[in-house]
């Protein structure tokens, strides 16, 4: 894979990194040492990026990375985040500056290291000025807890106030062919700034894969049937849109998948990825994504056809936590 610079101030990066949370929820069950298994052929493949969240599993995903990097900590640029929690049954934001430490502190200790390399605001908290947050943030850097920062899911203007307490090296949010906030509202800002885009759920979740063609394709429990997009209706509506995507995959030899993810990289220079997966196959299979070329027509054809979706991309609550 080719490398790609984190911002201005962070290291080279494979383009293609992996995202943890489904090996601890979301989608599909999956047992620990399965999970352990699947990051350590990440690494065999050339996988240094790898992103977690405190959030994911309620503290899981954490204590399954920590258990997979025994041994091979130095190979990797170890990613995580702080600041969604369940708080008497509810599921809030909080980024304090005492939260902030408490939460890295708390990480640290399930990851089992010392350091964790780049250290994300997983949501802003709406009661709390960014400045508060990104300054505590800061204190971890000079404590040589954390090495670099970034927030996810912050609009453009708060991410401006962000950078101007102390550098930010990522900014992390949604992106992929049916879902282009970021086109319209970030890469303009990620670029004046040279501060590095991450893009999680490249592949929509699942739906690019072409592998979901109904609500009945999802098991009981998966989290996506209360996702707006994955409903019975708006699924009917927007698996016409694969088609597109699956021309494109016959003309260059790849599949949808590889074609999705090729389509994110050729976005902008300073995009990363970071899909992820429980399955090794698909996990070889995006990687190789690295190897696909798509020519300015496709990359604008792909664009159109999915220029249009149906559905909001999170439930009612979940999206109000979102680009503050």
């Not at 040589?144 to 912050?154: D, F, M, P, Y």
Request: proline share 4%.
């Amino acid at each position: 894979m080719k490398n790609r610079k984190l911002g201005a101030v962070g290291p080279e990066l494979p383009e293609l990194g992996y995202g943890c949370m489904g090996l601890s929820s979301g989608y599909t069950e999956t047992d620990d040492a399965t999970a352990v298994h699947t990051i350590h052929r990440a690494i065999d493949l050339g996988v240094t990026h790898l992103d977690s969240a405190d959030a994911y599993g309620a503290g899981h995903n954490e204590s399954v990375v920590g258990r997979a990097l025994q041994g091979r900590r130095d190979e990797v640029t170890l990613a995580t985040k702080f600041g969604q929690l369940t708080k008497d049954g509810k599921q809030i934001v909080c980024a304090t500056p005492e939260y902030v430490k408490e939460a890295c502190d708390a990480s640290l200790e399930r990851l089992g290291v010392d350091r964790i390399d780049l250290y994300y605001a997983h949501r802003i908290d709406p009661d709390v000025p960014v400045e508060e947050t990104v300054g505590a943030m800061s204190e971890l850097v000079a404590e040589g807890k954390v090495r670099w920062l970034g927030l996810s899911e912050a609009a453009p203007n708060t991410v401006r106030r962000g950078h101007a307490v102390h550098p930010l090296a990522a900014v992390q949010a949604e992106f992929s062919l049916w879902t282009r906030f970021a086109e319209a509202e970030h890469f303009a800002v990620c670029e004046e700034l040279d501060i590095a885009f991450v893009a999680y759920a490249p592949l929509g979740r699942g739906f690019l894969s072409g592998t979901i063609k109904s609500a009945g394709d999802m098991r009981e429990g998966d989290r996506r049937h209360a996702h707006p997009r994955f409903s019975a209706e708006n699924i009917d509506s927007n698996v016409s849109k694969i088609e597109t995507l699956n021309d494109v995959a016959v003309e260059v030899g790849a599949s949808p998948s590889q074609v999705a993810l090729a389509w994110v990289l050729a976005s902008r220079p300073f995009v990363h990825a970071i899909p992820g997966t429980t399955s090794i196959v698909h996990l070889e299979e995006n990687l190789s994504a690295a190897d696909v070329s798509l020519t300015e027509e496709q990359v604008a054809r792909l664009g159109s056809a999915f220029d249009v979706v149906a559905g909001e991309r999170y439930p009612p609550g979940a999206a109000k936590k979102l680009q503050l």
